[in-house]
């Protein structure tokens, strides 16, 4: 009996884990991209750089970053190394990175 146990634990654990994982993803809607990309091809920004950071979605920006709020978006944009990076204000972590 304990041998049937461990392997649906370990199971169990595993689909934990993932749904764990699938709540942290950040879903940006197409209608949110079309917002986001025409409000930021109407108000550019001046590029920065941040050395030793790379652009990947999750990757954290510093506090000194300041972010720019997009209207009807709950997320902010910047714009580093030339790119359009769009952050979740309460975290600073960027969730997408637009090309």
């Known amino acids: 009996m304990k041998i049937h146990l461990v392997p649906a634990a370990a199971g169990l654990a595993l689909l934990a884990g993932v749904g764990v994982a699938t709540a942290d993803q950040?879903?940006?809607?197409?209608?949110?991209?079309?917002?986001?990309?025409?409000?930021?091809?109407?108000?550019?920004?001046?590029?920065?750089?941040?050395?030793?950071?790379?652009?990947?979605?999750?990757?954290?920006?510093?506090?000194?970053?300041?972010?720019?709020e997009v209207p009807d978006v709950e997320y902010r944009y910047v714009v580093v190394d030339d790119r359009t990076v769009l952050v979740d204000p309460g975290t600073r972590r960027i969730v997408q990175v637009i090309d």
């Open 26 to 68: 950040v879903i940006i809607t197409p209608e949110q991209q079309t917002v986001v990309r025409e409000y930021v091809e109407r108000h550019p920004l001046a590029s920065i750089s941040l050395l030793g950071l790379e652009l990947n979605v999750g990757s954290t920006l510093p506090d000194t970053v300041e972010l720019h």
